[in-house]
């Protein structure tokens, strides 16, 4: 919900904004509402810093995450509502091999994606997987907290950036000494909170974060180039070592019912990909995904492509949350689907690419193999370092 003066409150479903049909907000109207439902921690920090988060209860109905904060000088709320129930795996469709990755003793899982990608409702579901089955001690650090997790067969402490603790980084620090076997950090967002998670992972626990990151390869970039050039070389081991996989995914609204439904992509770190990472090679990650379907692995286009397919999604949406628009276009130009898009610098790249691909079956028909026998060279290779691995 949006309450800004000059408007009537405004609700996002959907994606989309739809207006109440009530009255247009005037400036003593939001400051009412303001602090009505905020702290006066928060109150303090909005007049001092121009705006502040908080979590609201609404009783036993409602929860809500709430942004206020200062435009041209007058009072603005964004509340978005949280769910009472946390999702099951099946509910919200991650791949399977994410309960698995619950049992582990140690390493770091990473769930990405922009802001309102359910990347939260993915780390709950997670977590309260765990809390029912196995008897761990969990600490979470949040900002703010947004899913309540009552203990069951796991002790659950939940502790709130600004209420409970300064900052993620002094979250996790103090944590190793709080006897944890999970931790989960809301938000990776600056150098001393990623060298953090990476140190606790290092250590024998099981660390979940979130990044503001688009798929795998840009995750791992992400996090290298947090850190300066001279220790790159040994924080690329240390993510090789300790990294268990990366989720990066997109909700869209669906066409065939109401709701949203995810999109992932998903990248299990085996071997090879160990190797690409030591090696700075994170623009190759694509290709192991794309070739290791057994461990559960997929690109985000290859999801969005086949959601579309399902019917569950629109070509429109397929296309702009891809992450290679020109090539998502190009497919279904392959497929016969008509694609009217009012952007012709997209229209003009999938051209290209349709074109380039054309060029080269040419080659390959005159008898060109240099690409196939690269390619075959490259897939002996990784299998050869994988049974390397294996046997150590």
Known sequence: MHLAVGRPPTIRLNTHLRELQTKILEPADTVALMK????????????????GDFGFAY???????????????FCSIVLRRLPNKIMTFEQIGLPEICRQICRRPRGMFLVTGPTGSGKTTTLATMINYIN??????????????????????????QREVGTDVPNFAEGLRRALRQDPDVMMVG?????????AAITSAETGHLVFGTLHTSGASSTVNRIIDAFPTDQQAQIRVQLANNLIAVCSQALCPRVDTDGMVAAYEFMYVTPSIQNLIRENKPYRIDSDI????????????????RLFNGGKISKEEAIDKCKVPSAM?????????????????????AEDQREAKGGDERKKAAGGTSNEAERQAQAAANRARMQVAEKK
């Open 290 to 305: 794309q070739t290791g379907k057994r461990y559960g692995m997929q690109l985000l286009d290859d999801h969005l492509w």
């Open 59 to 73: 009783g036993e109905e409602a929860r809500f995450r709430v942004a206020v904060f200062k435009q041209k000088g």
């Open 187 to 195: 938000e990776m967002r600056d150098l001393a909170t990623i060298a």
């Open 132 to 157: 029912e089955n196995f008897d761990k001690h969990i600490i979470t650090m949040e900002d703010p907290i947004e899913y309540y997790q009552p203990h069951k067969k796991s002790i659950v402490v």
């Open 329 to 349: 276009v190009e497919r279904m130009q392959r497929a016969g689907i008509l694609v009217d898009m009012q952007d012709d610098a997209l229209l003009a790249e």
């Open 36 to 51: 009505a439902i905020t702290p006066e921690r928060i109150q303090q920090e909005y007049e001092e810093q121009g705006s």
